[in-house]
Structure formats: C-alpha cells, structure tokens
C-alpha cells in the first residue's frame, strides 16, 4: 500500500480489513515518500491497523533509528522494512537486530539489472520513491544481500526493479540467484501480472513470499483464487 | 481478588498485538510488570519477543520470575514467552522459569529450510486438549522464531521446521504456544478464547 498523507487513513483501514477478509497472510505498508524527504511514517495509523488486524503486518519507510523501530513495533507491527537508511548505515542492522531480534528485521532491496559483458549483472538502488533523487547506491545487489544477513537481516524483501509495474512476471533469474546464496526468508517483490507469475515464483525461485500490490488493488487478481491456483499447482501455503 | 486477564509488561514489543487481540475478543486486559499483578490476576499471558537471556533477565529483576513459579492459575506463554516455561534456552545459554521440564534449541538449517522460521505453518495434533477445542487439525498458524522446544511428553500441538517441534505445550495450569496466536487470525482468536475459558 503506497500512500502518502492522513487523510487516506479511512482508506488504509478499509484496504487492510478486505485484504485480510480476503485471506492475506501478510501485509506490507509502504510509505515510499518517507526516506527522500528526510521524515519518518506518521505513526497514528499503525495503532489502528494494529487494533484492526489479527494477521502479521510489516511496516516499510523513514526507519532510521532505535526510536524509529520501537514506535513501529510498540504501535502493533510484527516488522519494519529498511531499506535506504540501512544502505547509509549499515549498522543499523545490527543494532536493530541486537535490540529487536533478527525476525523483526526485513531489509528491502531495489534492484536494477545491468548486462555486463553479456550476462545480467544486478545493482542496489537507493531512495527510489523519489524519482528526482533514486540513483544506484554504488552496491552490488548479491553482495548486498549476502552482508545484510550477516549484520542480522531476518527477512530479504528483492524488488526487482525492471520487472516493477510491468505485470510481465517476476524476475526469476535474479530471484534464482538471491535464493542461491539467501539464508533466511526470501519475499520476491516486482512484476505480478498473472496468477500464473505466482506460481512460477513459487516453484522456480523458491521464494518463501510474493509481494504484490496493483494487481491486488485493482482485483485483478483476486486472493482467494490466487490461493486455490498455487494449492492446485502443490505450492504449501494456508488456504 | 482480581479477575482481569493480565499481560506480562516484560518490555517485548508484541505486547500490544496481543491486547489488540483481546480487545477484539471484548475482554478487560491489563498490562502490568508488578509481581503482586502477575501474582493475583486470574489469567496471565506472558509475551516476549527478543531473546532468552534478557527477557528472563528483566523479569527477575521485577521479581517476576518468582510471581509466575508461584501460580496455580492459568498462564499463556507465547513464542519466547513459552520457551520461557522450560529449564533451559540455547539461547544466550540461559537458565529460564523451568515450570516445564526440557530444554529449547535452536533450530538447525538445512537445505530448503531458513532460520528464523517466519511464516505460516501448519499444526497437527498430538493430543486433544481443551486450549485446542473447535480447532480443526491441519490449521495453519503464524510462526516467528528461531529457537524451540522439541517433542516431549507436554506436547500438545507440533509443527515441522527442519526438525519437529512443539507448536504446544500444556502441564496442568502452564501453557506455551510457539506461535503467535495474536497475528493468526480466527484460529489465534480461538485459542485465546479457548484460554480465558479455561477454570482459573
């Protein structure tokens, strides 16, 4: 869910009741304007969603400290997403972890992908949710991946950028790849077109999670369906 | 005498998910860290997210490592707060409350299978107990952990992660549930209810 003020709480609240009516095992709330503008997420809502909601819900946006994570948690929320501040100081991995335990702590990754004599070759990018300031970190995404777990990362959300809003499928290679050297739960984000492109993620990359919001959003795809699609394909999900 | 349901304010950050819950449940909830509290609500679920070590830390500089041995009424622990019942944590090697016999693990990684053990996951049943009543076997609950307790003669619900598991655990007024009943949706909902019904 990408939002950006207050007064789209009413919104965020009706979303959340019918994705979890719906059988959701997890949300994600984003706020994608949070880490350019220098702010943290108004935290308000959280309690509310906390209230409402009796499944897990991760928190993504502004998380840059202790303070930060605490209010999240303490607010209702089973996690927090970092993402651009854990690429301007890693450490704050650690320390969240240290403080929170490593299941609190999910680090998102924007991915690009490049070819470098041919082959694909995939880099992080920070601040993406400002269009006027997303650049590549100076990151290699594997590498990235790999150091994140290693500081205390629980949880790797990969949003592979190329694949973002195409509804062409997720970006199976580059999922393949993270799952080779990812130890911990692995959520593929970037590309959900189809319930089919859930399946594939599912069976090729062997991802733990699929990550989407449009197709969600407009009901195209629709998760009931969706579930009873992967249960037919032998992925083990909750009906 | 107090008949609220007490949380045990051990600094966890789940806390408030859990009084969500029984506030959806319509029940009275108190949060409390005071060992007179734990002592003499009729019902206490004690949370806990972090590690072993400092969780058992803060509870016995509160006294309430002695609060929750003395009950004889009913106590929930969930996740941590269920390891927390047994003799011994491998994490941070530390000693716990030790109402349950046994000894909590980690849990081992093998190819397929990740550490923490994050997600849904399903229970099956060892034995009937009235915590599970009206819960149909195979459900599926919300698991967050990285450590458990292994099968042992106070399993009442097991789940598998690389190894089996206690999902469960109960011995006469001690129950422990390694998952989150409070982000499992109806099934969580159902068991918290299935607990505050429970003869206190």
């Known amino acids: 869910m990408r939002f950006r003020d207050h007064q789209r709480v009413g919104d965020i609240l009706k979303l959340a009741a019918r994705y979890r009516e719906a059988g959701a095992d997890e949300l994600v709330f984003y706020d994608i304007t949070a880490s350019p503008n220098g702010r943290t997420v108004d935290r308000g809502w959280i309690h509310q969603v906390g209230a409402l909601l009796d499944i897990p819900f991760c928190v993504a946006g502004g998380i840059r400290c202790i303070a930060d994570a605490e209010a999240v948690l303490s607010a209702g929320a089973e996690k927090i997403s970092i993402n651009s501040p854990a690429l301007a100081h890693p450490d704050l991995i650690d320390q969240l972890a240290a403080r929170f335990g490593s299941q609190c702590v999910v680090v998102g990754i924007d991915s690009d992908t490049t070819q470098v004599n041919g082959l694909p070759h995939y880099r992080v990018h920070q601040y993406t ?22 500081r205390g990362a629980g949880e790797i959300v990969l949003n592979c950028m190329r694949h973002d809003g195409v509804r062409e499928g997720f970006d199976l290679p580059q999922l393949q790849a993270a799952r080779a050297l990812c130890t911990v739960p692995l959520v593929a984000s970037g590309g959900a077109g189809s319930v089919r492109h859930f399946e594939d993620v599912f069976c090729n990359a062997h991802v733990d999670g699929a990550l989407a919001a449009s197709v969600f959003h407009s009901g195209e795809i629709d998760i009931p369906s969706l579930k009873q699609h992967l249960i037919h394909a032998g992925v083990e999900i909750r009906p | 005498m107090n008949t609220e349901v007490l949380i045990v304010d051990n600094g966890g950050a789940n806390i408030a998910s859990i009084a969500f819950a029984l506030a959806r449940l319509k029940r009275c909830v108190r949060v409390s860290s005071d060992a007179q509290d ?159 019904a429970m003869a206190a």
């Open chain 1, 129 to 150: 949710g400002d269009p006027t300031r997303s650049r590549p970190s100076g990151r290699d995404t594997l590498s990235w991946i790999q150091e994140a777990i290693a």
């Open chain 2, 38 to 196: 734990v002592m003499d609500a009729s019902h206490v679920i004690l949370p806990g997210v972090g590690s072993a070590g400092p969780a058992m830390a803060r509870l016995q500089r509160r006294g309430l490592d002695i609060a929750l041995r003395a009950r004889t009424r009913p106590v929930l622990g969930i996740c941590l707060g269920m390891q927390l019942l047994f003799e011994h944590s491998a994490e941070s090697d530390s000693a716990c409350l030790g109402t349950l016999q046994g000894r909590v693990e980690r849990l081992p990684t093998a190819p397929g299978i990740y550490v923490p053990h994050m997600g849904w996951n399903q229970l099956h049943w060892l034995s009937p107990h009235p915590l599970f009543e009206g819960i149909p076997l195979g459900s599926h609950a919300y698991f967050v952990h990285s450590y458990a307790a292994g099968i042992g003669p106070y399993t009442t619900a097991r789940c598998e992660h690389g190894m089996a598991f206690s999902a469960a655990v109960s011995r006469q007024q001690w129950h422990g549930v390694q998952f989150h009943p409070e982000r499992s949706g109806a099934l969580g909902a159902r068991i918290l209810q299935n607990f505050l």
